[in-house]
């Protein structure tokens, strides 16, 4: 049984006293671990929204572009929701470990649905990849947190940017093993081999556990059998009135994709604002702890900007490469799918600048602030749909344009990025209350929800008709540009909130 309490006695992030590339041991098992199940997320992902507009006599689901899109922004978000509940019930049952290595089990039999022929298995096998992602995702990332010696290790960032590099490793192969299989043989091998990738995933994970910190193996608030009894009751409560509310509309006819997206996208929304309330509510944190859960809202409202736009990657963006890029350059064809591979090649060409850049700044006590780092990533994020604003316009009448308008967007979103996602990663885990330390980077991949629960309900609202338009872009562009602003101008008082976290 995991222990209770964090002591003097916990045994060192790595043992064997070796290294890797400067950090603890055991940031290469995790770095490899996320490797391979981002490589099975983001090769299912290439192909999610090509494989639900692909015609019936293609083999795919047939969709409208418009639903297609908000069903994948809603399942991206589910994936992200559900970190939260990941995160809780690591720190309440079985530590961060444990939960981990049931998630990852979880995600591999949902790639493995996907692979079955049918639209029953694919539905579910998402919501298997969904419940299992959110099971790793939180607690993967608050483990290369444990690995370092408190929140102002100088390594401690730069420990992320690395850990970021090998997500993003996984996500470049990805789409040109799983995206070439699926476009170009067959949608449901493609699927197979994102199973695949996830067990090689899960077995790294395993056999390299022993690098880990013992942190990791923590209850930090272990549950009593009062609250378990409380908390299964009212869960089978809502899962029962849930089971009957759908059965009922599905009996009588009237069951529509939109009656599960609505729900879903709103309860994305509702559930942040709930649990930024709960936690500020909360009297066993002290002053210092609620000035900076004041603060990481701010950053918490940014991020969620910034994914809105950021995670249409695999959506509109998929879908203008499919439609409207030629798929050729100086005389080399290939899918559409390879194209989500440029974010991840230009972050693991750029991430090892970036983190140079941070610590060189750093020596010269030059470093940009958090608020101001996102400031600029939301800049970029915003500018970048300005861009695709112009791509399309340039794609009216049907042309097929260069591939190198959508080799610009993805460069700009990419050095967004970088001053943003593996920032806020670090400072969540350096403003995290002691009592949410696993919750609240599930709370942090709670913008990634809120974001794309927005896009979501933008894409049902606005249909084919506007969906991937001109304006489109305009308006979602110029919306991150403005928030980008205004987290600039107030940057003081953010820091101030934060207090003595840097």
């Known amino acids: 049984m995991a222990s209770t309490t964090l002591d003097a006695g916990l045994k060192p992030a790595s043992p064997s006293g070796k290294t890797f590339l400067g950090h603890p041991r055991g940031l290469a098992t995790l770095f490899m671990s996320e490797m391979w199940e981002r490589f099975s997320y983001y090769g299912m992902r290439a192909l999610l929204v090509l494989y639900m507009t692909a015609s019936i006599a293609e083999g795919g689901l047939g969709m409208k572009a418009a639903v297609a899109a908000a069903v994948y922004s809603v399942y991206t978000a589910m994936v992200y929701l559900l970190a939260l509940p990941g995160g809780w019930i690591a720190d309440r049952f079985l530590g961060a470990r444990k939960t981990v290595a049931v998630g990852g089990s979880i995600i591999m039999i949902g790639h493995f649905l996907l692979a079955i022929p049918a639209s029953a298995s694919f539905f579910v096998g998402l919501a298997f990849i969904a419940i299992g992602s959110g099971l790793l995702k939180a607690n993967i ?43 170009n043989v067959n949608w449901h091998l493609g699927f197979a081999l994102a199973g695949v990738g996830m067990a090689l995933g899960l077995a790294q994970f395993l056999l390299g556990s022993r690098h880990l910190s013992a942190k990791s193996d923590v209850v930090t608030s272990p549950i009593s059998d009062a609250e378990k009894s409380v908390i299964f009751k009212k869960a089978g409560l809502w899962l029962a009135i849930a089971a009957v509310f759908y059965t009922v509309v599905g009996l009588t006819g009237h069951f529509t994709i939109n009656w599960a997206i609505w729900p879903l996208s709103i309860a994305g929304l509702a559930i942040p604002v709930f649990v ?24 918490f409202v940014a991020a969620a900007v910034f994914w809105m736009i950021y995670d249409q990657s695999g959506s509109t963006l998929n879908m203008f490469a499919e439609n409207n890029t030629a798929s050729t350059l100086f005389g080399f064809d290939f899918p559409s799918s390879w194209f989500q591979s440029l974010n991840p090649l230009y972050i693991m060409a750029l991430a090892p600048v970036f983190a140079w850049i941070w610590v060189a700044l750093s020596r010269k006590a030059k470093n940009p602030s958090t608020t101001a780092k996102f400031a600029f990533g939301l800049l970029m994020i915003g500018a970048s749909f300005l861009v695709m604003m112009l791509a399309m316009a340039a794609a009216s009448g049907g042309a097929k344009v260069t591939p190198l308008w959508l080799a610009m967007v993805y460069l700009i979103q990419t050095v967004g990025e970088l001053t943003l996602s593996p920032v806020g990663l670090s400072v969540t885990t350096k403003l995290a209350p002691t009592k949410y330390a696993s ?50 101008m107030y940057r003081k008082k953010v820091v101030r909130l934060m207090g003595d976290v840097h």
């Open 276 to 299: 930024f309330a709960k936690v500020k509510r909360d009297k066993d944190l002290d002053e210092t702890e609620q000035s900076r859960m004041s603060g990481y809202i701010w950053f």
């Open 439 to 488: 919750q609240m980077m599930g709370v942090w991949f709670l913008a990634v929800t809120a974001g794309d629960c927005v896009a979501a309900i933008f894409q049902l609202l606005l249909g084919d008709d506007v969906v991937g338009s001109t304006w489109y872009f305009a308006v979602q562009g110029a919306m991150a540009i403005l928030a980008g602003l205004a987290l600039f």
């Open 141 to 183: 990332s608050t483990m290369v947190g444990h690995l370092y010696d408190g929140p102002n290790d100088p390594r401690r960032d730069g420990g992320f940017t690395i850990f970021y590099m090998g997500i993003n490793l996984g996500a470049f192969a990805a789409p040109l093993v799983i995206g070439t299989i699926g476009q």
